[in-house]
């Protein structure tokens, strides 16, 4: 089983930044970790990811904007997000995925960005 972790969510006015957290514990192996959001009324969508070797992808909607980063020996992967606007406004998960189609997720994290 594999347990996901996130904090770092919060308020904060258009053009701020936060950076949000998310610790893996379990011994189940993973090779793509990433953060997904859900605004109200809205279905969930993919942020950013980071596989095992490092590389990233994002959403349109975020690149330039947002980075995804981890810390392998904290198990540990951030997204730092610049520049928020108020369509970034959502709950955040966490997920990660196994080589063999597990995927976990976290239990969410609220961020608000006000106008």
């Known amino acids: 089983q594999v347990q996901l972790v996130e904090s770092g969510g919060g308020l904060v006015q258009a053009g701020g930044s936060l950076r949000l957290s998310c610790a893996r514990s379990g011994s189940v192996f993973v090779n793509r970790m990433g953060w997904y959001r859900q605004a109200p009324a809205k279905q969930r969508e993919l942020v950013a990811t980071?596989?095992?070797?490092?590389?990233?992808d994002y959403a349109d909607s975020v690149k330039g904007r947002f980075t995804i980063f981890r810390d392998n020996a904290k198990n540990t992967i951030y997204l730092q997000m610049n520049s928020l606007k108020p369509e970034d406004t959502a709950v955040y998960y966490c997920n990660c995925q196994s080589p063999f189609g597990q995927v976990y997720w976290g239990q969410g994290t609220q961020v608000t960005v006000s106008s």
């Open positions: 980071i596989t095992g070797s490092g590389s990233t």
